[in-house]
């Protein structure tokens, strides 16, 4: 794998996992169960949108011709995309099939946390990448994430800590979304290449971090972190969920119907 | 485009420092910290900019207004934005911050590195935030997240006055 190409697939794979979960928080819009809280995930989701634009930007000039951001977000098809499973699950998580099944806050909320305390860390490393224009992203990113990191952890502790149905729903979304972590874990042919031309992370170096920070919150919020043996999800390979596929359509179909509209 | 004269740089300083915040109308964007330089080169003058959160939505209609206030006074430019250093709260003036008070906004404290705190789920001495009415610390956050990408919501226990703080960033 040339370092061009490395390079690439860890934006792609950077910059697919902030576009993703941007657009399922950007799902609570105008649903939000609370106005503070339907704000609060507009904003979250809108960092995480300029961040996958600064990526995307970054990516379409090293790919070059007639690449573009709007190009890599809109014209790229599902089985393209190098996001975490975990970000393209739906909002409703564990009560799929149930009366409430629409959407889940203890699920969007519990993602946020896992996946905001993991890139907390990533960001933190991937500002000394060799890759200048990561690393100065990395540097934004990372004044953002520990927003999301504060508003989830703040989140986990009210709904954990608070009425046995707000903690079953929490432990349900806990125990449902967990597993899928086991994703962050498992190093990539992509992921490995970026760390040893010293643009990527390395991904050892925080899980120890990662599981004192996410320990320490779950206890205090009285939620029993579960196993997560099993399968190992591979979204950054670009094998994905069926869910992935349906997000894509909505979000790309605008931009495919009119493409070069401006307004 | 001809080499700059030194007197274009300077004009093209005058005409920015008069353009506003999109969203914060009483302080402009060289008083935050958007406008970061200005340049002179062999190829014509080039203007630096840089964003302020990821996912400002004013970010373009910033650019926009750059454009136009340069052209309106008869000068062309390039825009060049710049992420690194990444923008910082603590690139704000004294007299920027005193005007968001007047405004109703409280300004934002000084990031100290050291004082960032990894993983600060709970509230911090940063986060002692006071009532830019009535100057009262007696203040409660009532959400991280406001309006724009870049304020708090937080609410007087004193006067009862709700306003937003701009975050540290």
């Known amino acids: 794998m040339s370092d061009r190409i490395t390079a690439i697939a860890y934006l792609l794979h950077l910059a697919d996992n902030a576009l993703v979960l941007g657009q399922r928080n950007a799902e609570w819009c105008g649903h939000g169960p609370v106005l503070e809280e339907d704000i609060a995930m507009a904003n979250i989701g809108l960092d995480l949108i300029g961040q996958a634009r600064l990526l995307y930007q970054h990516a379409a000039g090293l790919l070059g011709g007639e690449n573009t951001e709007d190009k890599l977000a809109y014209f790229r098809e599902p089985g393209e995309f190098r996001n975490y499973t975990l970000l393209e699950l739906p909002n409703h998580g564990p009560l799929a099939g149930s009366a409430s099944a629409d959407r889940d806050y203890a699920t969007t909320i519990t993602r946020s946390f896992l996946y905001s305390s993991f890139m907390l860390l990533r960001w933190e490393a991937l500002q000394q990448s060799s890759d200048t224009q990561l690393a100065a992203i990395a540097a934004k990113s990372l004044k953002e994430v520990r927003y999301h990191v504060r508003h989830s952890s703040d989140w986990m502790l009210r709904l954990g800590d608070g009425t046995p149905l707000s903690r079953a729903r929490m432990q349900a979304a806990l125990d449902h979304l967990m597993p899928y972590t086991q994703e962050f874990w498992t190093p990539s042919a992509f992921e490995l290449a970026a760390q040893k031309s010293g643009l990527g992370a390395n991904g050892e170096d925080i899980h120890g971090d990662w599981d004192e920070a996410v320990d320490t919150i779950l206890a205090e919020a009285t939620l029993t972190r579960p196993a997560t043996e099993g399968h190992v999800p591979q979204g950054k390979n670009c094998i994905h969920s069926e869910h992935l596929s349906w997000l894509l359509s909505e979000m790309q179909g605008l931009a495919r119907a009119h493409p070069e509209a401006t307004w | ?169």
């Open chain 2, 1 to 169: 485009m001809a080499a700059t004269l030194p007197a274009d740089v300077a004009k093209a300083w005058a005409v920015l420092e008069q353009v506003p915040d999109p969203e914060i109308p009483v302080v402009s964007i060289r008083e935050l910290g958007i406008l970061r330089d200005v340049i002179g080169t062999a190829e014509g003058l080039e203007i630096i900019i840089t964003p302020t959160y990821s996912g400002c939505p004013a970010m373009g209609q910033i650019e926009d207004d750059v454009r136009a206030a340069l052209a309106a006074a008869g000068l062309k430019a390039r825009l060049v934005t710049q992420l690194s250093p990444a923008w910082t709260t603590d690139w704000m003036t004294a007299a920027a911050r005193d005007k968001l008070r007047a405004y109703g906004i409280a300004p934002p404290h000084t990031t100290v590195a050291a004082n960032v705190v990894r993983f600060a789920a709970r509230k911090s001495a940063q986060d002692d935030v006071a009532c830019p009415r009535c100057g009262s610390h007696n203040t409660t956050e009532t959400s991280h997240f406001g309006s724009t990408a870049c304020k708090s919501l937080h609410k007087c226990l004193d006067c009862l006055e709700p306003f937003d703080h701009f975050k540290p960033y």
